[in-house]
């Protein structure tokens, strides 16, 4: 799941792009008023220039289309043991890493209220993390979409008011998030997002979202999913035959808080940019109904219940994505902004809200529910 980690690439647009613009828009209205100027003082003798139309302004003043490739050799899934591409439920207490290969389309515009990040993204794992769990099947697909939107206080209100020495902006932030996987759990997961958007007074770029997030989803963990996988998921199975429990899970409105840092290198000979993405999920509760809970117990004696909720309780989250960004067209063929190239580093903390002490992800596939790994990719923009 991308979900939290795409807002990088609409604000290193906007940062971009709103800055040539102004450039574009200041450069036009200096030549129009000149040449204006001119046709008025040669006609003077005759007769006045007609007034000419001016232009409609465009809806957009920044519409940046761009795909991406990026290649993460040590990615995780948290509960994949080690050897899980060739033996039924993965080799109990081994660590495994993945390779991801993600594909993305994202879309960012800027309209005179605000901004529009769409982002949709499918990833490929290696055949360790197969399709269903069923060993020697080719590794399972990942599709996921979100999108984020903003309205500027400034700009709805034409003023400076949401302007002081700590920010220069203040935004009603919105947006939501689908994922859905053809993994060992055949995930389904919703989230939607709202909050305040606040632009920090700070060089480069500094955003700080302040959020609640709402998280609807559904899985085959409890729902009889793969017998031999978990400490609980044979009995919550009910032997394999279909139990009560129906694999759904509703979690709790959290707190969420979303940091974005870009800074051009400028002592650098190159056009470099730093980008830091920081996204923090506060715990949302196990998701499960006492309903629900009710018909877990069903089929389990109370040990097995009380380690399959330890696998179910979620905590803190902590993404952190840092990248170095390289102007590759402006440095080949003195055109910026088409093609970018980068390299970065991933640290995920309790992936997906996932407790790494929990027994699942302590003892049976140690180590999964962390994901520490470097990157490297590619964007081209589309202009």
């Known amino acids: 799941m991308q979900g939290t980690t795409m807002n990088w690439q609409g604000a290193v ?16 209205a200096l030549v129009s008023i000149s040449a204006g100027g001119f046709a008025l003082a040669a006609d003077l003798p ?52 993945l390779d ?25 794992y290696s055949d360790n993390d197969p399709i269903l769990g069923v060993p020697h099947a080719q590794g399972d697909n990942e599709f996921d979409g979100f999108f984020r939107s903003t309205l500027g206080l400034n700009e709805l209100t034409h003023s400076k008011a949401f302007s002081n020495p700590l920010f220069t902006d203040l935004g009603i932030e919105f947006g939501g998030f689908v994922d859905i996987q053809s993994n060992y759990l055949s995930a ?17 770029t500094v955003l700080l979202g302040v959020l609640a997030q ?25 032997a394999g035959f279909g139990g009560p429990y129906n694999g759904d899970r509703y979690f709790h409105w959290t707190p969420k808080l979303e940091l974005f840092v870009s800074e051009p ?24 109904s006492s309903g629900n809970t009710n018909a877990l117990a069903f089929p389990l004696t109370a040990a097995g219940v009380a380690a399959q909720l330890a696998n179910e309780e979620t905590k803190v989250e902590v993404f952190q994505d840092a990248r170095l960004t390289l102007d590759a067209s402006k440095v080949f063929w003195s055109k910026p902004g088409i093609w970018d190239t980068y390299i970065g580093y991933r640290y995920w903390y309790n992936k997906f809200g996932t407790d790494h002490n929990a027994p699942l992800f302590s003892q049976i596939a140690p180590s999964t529910s962390i994901e520490s790994s470097a990157y490297i990719g590619t964007t081209y923009h589309f202009k």
């Open 46 to 97: 005759t007769k006045a220039a007609p007034t000419p139309t001016p232009k409609a302004s465009p809806f957009f003043f920044v519409n940046d289309t761009s795909v991406s490739f990026t290649w993460f050799p040590s990615a995780t899934d948290p509960g994949v043991a080690g050897s899980a591409g060739s033996v039924l439920g993965g080799v109990v207490g081994t660590h495994s890493l």
């Open 214 to 238: 709402k998280e609807y989803a559904h899985n085959n963990f409890d729902n009889c999913g793969n017998v031999s996988f978990g400490v609980a998921s044979n009995g919550a199975c009910n």
């Open 265 to 288: 290198l400028k002592f650098l000979p190159w056009p470099v940019t730093f980008i830091d993405v920081t996204n923090v999920t506060f715990p949302k509760g196990t998701g499960i």
């Open 188 to 204: 389904n997961t919703k989230q939607y997002d709202i909050g305040v958007n606040i632009n920090l007074n700070l060089p480069g």
């Open 100 to 124: 991801r290969y993600d594909f993305s389309i994202d879309h960012f515009d800027v309209w005179e209220y605000g901004t529009n990040l769409i982002h949709l993204d499918y990833n490929m």
């Open 13 to 28: 647009v906007k940062n971009r792009s709103v800055s040539l613009n102004a450039k574009a828009l200041a450069l036009a």
